[in-house]
C-alpha cells in the first residue's frame, strides 16, 4: 500500500516529496537497475514485489531479498557511494517511488527524523539478511528448499513460484530443486498436481525437513 512506504510518504514531509518524487512503474520480470550501475537515489516500492538478485562466478542467479510495499531499494550503495551489488527485477506488476540523491540529502537536513527512519529500516535489513546467511550456514539443499517453501508461503502467499525462482532463493538448481519437490511429494508433504502450484499439505513435517541434521 502507498502508505506504508518508507520515505514517498512521510507525513511531516509530504509536500516536498510530492515535489521531488518521480512515480516508476514497472512489469513483471522488468529489471529496475542492474548490479554494477551507479545509484541516483533511492526506490521506495508502493505496491507489487521486486527481488534483489546477484549472479555467480559460474553464471548462477541468485536471489538475496524479496520485498513489497514499503521496502526501500538501492539506500546501500548510494550511500557507500559504491555502484549497486546486485539487481533489482520486478517479480510482479510494480509501482515504486524515487527520489534523487540530491533530494534525499535536502530532505535528511531539513527533517532528520528521515534518517533516523531509514536507519532503523537498514538495521533491520541487517538482521534479517544476517538470519538468512545463518540458517542456512548448515543447511544441505533439501533442508533449504524446505525452508523456502515455508518462507514464500508464509510471507507471499498470492504469488506463485517457478523453480527456478526456488532454487534461486534456496540456493541451488532447478533441477535440484525439481528432484527435492518430487520426494516431498512422494512424502505427502506437498502437492504440486495443479502445475506451477506449490501446495504445503503437512506443515509442521516440512518443518522439521527445515532444520539441519542433528537439530
Known sequence: MKDESLLCSFPDAIDVIQKA??????????????????????????????????????????????????????????????????SAIAVEDCELCFISKADIMNLFTTHPEMALKLLHHISKDLRIAEEKWMGQMDKGAAERIAEALLFLQDHFTHQ?????????????????????????????LIDQTDGRSIRILEKEKLKIRASPPGV
Open 160 to 188: 506463485n513460484w517457478t523453480r527456478r525462482e526456488i532454487a534461486q532463493w534456496a540456493g541451488t538448481t532447478p533441477e535440484t530443486v525439481i528432484r527435492t519437490l518430487a520426494q516431498f511429494e512422494k512424502e505427502g
Open 21 to 86: 518524487k518521480v512515480t516508476c512503474r514497472f512489469k513483471s520480470g522488468q529489471v529496475i537497475f542492474y548490479a554494477d550501475n551507479d545509484p541516483l537515489g533511492i526506490f521506495t516500492i508502493q505496491s507489487g514485489l521486486v527481488k534483489l538478485e546477484v549472479t555467480s562466478p559460474s553464471g548462477a542467479a541468485h536471489t538475496l531479498r524479496l520485498m513489497g510495499p514499503g521496502a526501500a531499494l538501492g539506500y546501500r550503495s548510494l550511500f557507500a557511494n559504491e555502484p549497486y551489488h546486485a
